[in-house]
């Protein structure tokens, strides 16, 4: 590795659609800035780089999904590939790909002297901020469930998240999980697949989504978050609608246990999810794992499935900043001895941006939100020839926001408080984040 030290503005770290946003957005407020974006893959698209899974596709609309400042022009639902070819689309038409350091991954992140020392496999880089732009995943180890027997199964076993060139023609498939992957996945394989049987320990909700509707950011926007409210106030009744209007679906055997939006629907794109679970082809076990066999899996009622190909479609692992280590002054943080500062800053941590998104709406939304508080905090410091800012420890004691499994199993990893950040609530955001003043009391100027 070079030692040499690269001097740069601003560093970001990940070039999916958190990374595109936030490096249009300092273009856009700073012209002359001096930035780096360092994505360890060898394109950009993030997670629609890494997803190549068959049916892999967007699990919200397009119209709130795409750019405000590049809308998107395809169908109401995009698979993955013309979400990468967007993204690619987008980086070139604002020229940021010239600003993207490929197959460089940031191995850790130091503040000392009022600048961060960003360290890679490749070189090193001083910068007055950092926004990390990593996702909320762990994108090297998914949740992989691990069962009794597995080194004596002869079939091949893969996560939805590592998929490669798997092959699944003519063979009897089993896809492990009920969530958005497995319900895309089903219809995109049953047809070349000899047999697919559904391993769902718990059901989900699905529901469709006309693949011919036309709309618009405004009306969609309104949709969702409509939706989402009423699921919250009128809970039962809410609950009785869902199951009536897809009552050829659900029966005593599938109703989900938990209510509806409390995890993020799965979506059948034109009926696809619900014409495939038709299919003589497809068999649903609503029943837990107990160990592998040498040619399947033998469930918990004591049923065993024969399969030569078992697709973990079990979902992933949270994490925060991309699992980098930091330091700060020489000593490394721990995350969840912090407070979240707007779900974009964490105390004690200077000049450090980071993206998350909404568990009930697009998360490019509050991507372009966050990036521009960003610049306007940014604009602030310069204004006022400030050299760093920090949150202060304050606000409530965090809450899981959703039952998603991913984030009750990761709670130990998170900040342990919160400090006016509502991933629930894109209205409310979208004023504050607008209208609040800079020096709010919370953050704290060099």
């Known amino acids: 590795m070079n030692n040499d030290i690269n001097n740069v503005d601003v560093i970001i770290i990940g070039a999916g659609i958190a990374g595109i946003s936030s490096a249009y957005y300092l273009q856009k407020n700073f012209p002359d800035l001096n930035y780096i974006i360092i994505e360890s893959r060898s394109d950009l698209g993030g997670t629609w780089d890494q997803m190549t899974f068959p049916g892999v596709r967007s699990d919200s609309d397009m119209y709130t999904y795409g750019y405000t400042f590049n809308p998107w022009k395809g169908s109401i639902i995009g698979t993955g590939k013309d979400i990468k070819l967007y993204q690619n689309a987008t980086a070139e038409k604002f020229n940021i790909r010239k600003n993207i350091l490929f197959n460089t991954s940031v191995e850790s992140l130091a503040w000392k002297n009022n600048q961060w020392t960003t360290k890679t496999n490749k070189k090193n880089f001083q910068s007055q901020y950092v926004i990390c732009c990593t996702g909320s995943r762990d994108y090297s180890q998914p949740n992989f469930p691990k069962f009794k027997g597995e080194s004596k199964f002869k079939g091949e076993i893969v996560h939805t998240q590592s998929w490669g060139n798997t092959k699944f023609k003519g063979k009897n498939v089993a896809i492990v999980g009920s969530g958005c992957t497995a319900v895309t996945m089903t219809p995109a394989i049953v047809k070349e697949a000899k047999s697919v049987t559904l391993i769902q320990r718990s059901p989900a909700w699905i529901v469709n989504v006309n693949g011919n509707e036309k709309s618009n950011r405004l009306y969609k926007t309104f949709e969702t978050l409509v939706d989402y409210a009423l699921s919250r106030m009128f809970k039962k009744s809410y609950k009785k609608k869902v199951l009536s209007k897809y009552s050829n679906y659900y029966n005593d055997t599938n109703i989900p246990s938990y209510g509806y939006w409390n995890q993020r629907p799965a979506c059948s794109l034109d009926n696809d999810y619900f014409d495939a679970f038709k299919s003589d082809k497809v068999s649903v076990e609503h029943t837990g794992i107990n160990n592998w066999e040498k040619n399947g ?123 006016k950040f509502d991933n629930r609530n894109y209205l409310m955001e979208y004023m504050n984040f607008k209208w609040a003043k800079i020096n709010d009391g919370v953050l704290t100027f060099h």
């Open 297 to 419: 899996i033998k469930l918990q009622n004591g049923k065993t499935i024969g399969c030569d190909l078992a697709i973990m479609a079990t979902g992933l692992n949270a994490q925060l900043l991309g699992g980098i280590d930091i330091f700060v002054n020489e000593k490394k943080i721990n995350l969840n001895k912090t407070s979240w500062y707007r779900g974009m800053m964490f105390s004690s941590i200077p000049n450090l941006f980071a993206h998350t998104g909404y568990i009930n709406f697009s998360w490019t939304a509050r991507c372009e939100l966050v990036s521009e508080r960003i610049c306007k905090t940014m604009k602030f410091m310069k204004r006022n020839k400030f050299t760093y800012c920090e949150p202060k420890y304050i606000g409530e004691k965090s809450k899981p926001a959703i039952e998603a499994n991913y984030v009750l199993r990761s709670m130990d990893k998170f900040p342990n408080r919160t400090y």
